[in-house]
Structure formats: C-alpha cells, structure tokens
C-alpha cells in the first residue's frame, strides 16, 4: 500500500476556512494523529503563528508556539504526522522555497492551495530535495 494522508471531511473544512481567513499571508501549523503503517491518519491540526518577515510568501512556524502545539497534541494522546500550510495565491504544490528549506524530513506536508478561488488539498512528502505526492484520503 503507497503512504497515505488521512484527512476527515472536518478537518479539510475547517483547514480551508483557516486558509481563507489568513489569507493573503500564509497559515500553518501541525497534524496530530496516528500512523498505522503507511497511512497516516489525521485526528486534529494545531494552527501555529507564522513568523516569517514575508508571510505572504513563505511560511516559518513561530518556535515557542511549535513546540507547545506539539506537547499539547501528545497530551490529547497524538502524535505529530504532518505540518500543513497555505499557498493563499498559487496551487497546493511545493514551492522552490519549500523545497529549498525542506525542513520536515519524511513528514507529510498538507498544502491548502487556491487554483482560481476554490481552496484545495494536497500532500506531499518530501525526502532530500524531491517531493514525492501523497495520496489524500
Ligand atoms: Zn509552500
């Protein structure tokens, strides 16, 4: 079976809606859930404050803010599965900036991304310098 992202219906709305309100910066944050194998199977997500000096067009998690949104989805018995983030101007494809900075070694990366108006859904898992697309189910 390939790696997949698990995403409840719940969960994909309440993404898009974060996105939508965010917006034109960028929005991200941590999946919490569990991981059976290679289906990764998301439970909650935890928003953390972008402090990039140009959030409109990258995203870098606030690190005070990460580090308590992780101990918090362990205490609601979690485990961090992904990091997710919008593209509020492009498609949920990873950016030459994503790639370059590659920071979540083997985490799935959930992009909400805008193609015309309507937000979208993509994952990813990047491994080195390539990003290898996830099935979202
Ligand atoms: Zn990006």
Redesign the pocket.
């Given at each position: 079976m390939p790696l997949a992202l698990s995403l409840p219906s719940t969960l994909r709305r309440a993404l898009q809606a974060e996105a939508q309100r965010g917006a034109p910066n960028?929005v991200c944050g941590l999946l919490g859930g569990v991981q059976r194998g290679p289906l990764f199977q998301a439970a909650c997500y935890m928003p953390v404050p972008n402090c990039a000096a140009t959030p409109q067009m990258?995203?870098a998690m606030q690190p005070e803010a990460m580090v308590a949104a992780i101990l918090a989805l362990q205490r609601a018995g979690y485990a961090l599965i992904g990091v997710y983030?919008s593209?509020p101007h492009s498609a949920p494809v990873?950016?030459a900036?994503?790639i370059a900075e590659g920071a979540w070694q083997a985490t799935p990366y959930l992009?909400i991304g805008y193609a015309a108006t309507q937000p979208r859904l993509a994952a990813w898992l990047i491994e080195g310098r390539s990003f290898t697309h996830l099935a979202l189910i």
């Open positions: 960028e990258r995203f983030h593209h990873p950016s900036v994503d992009i």
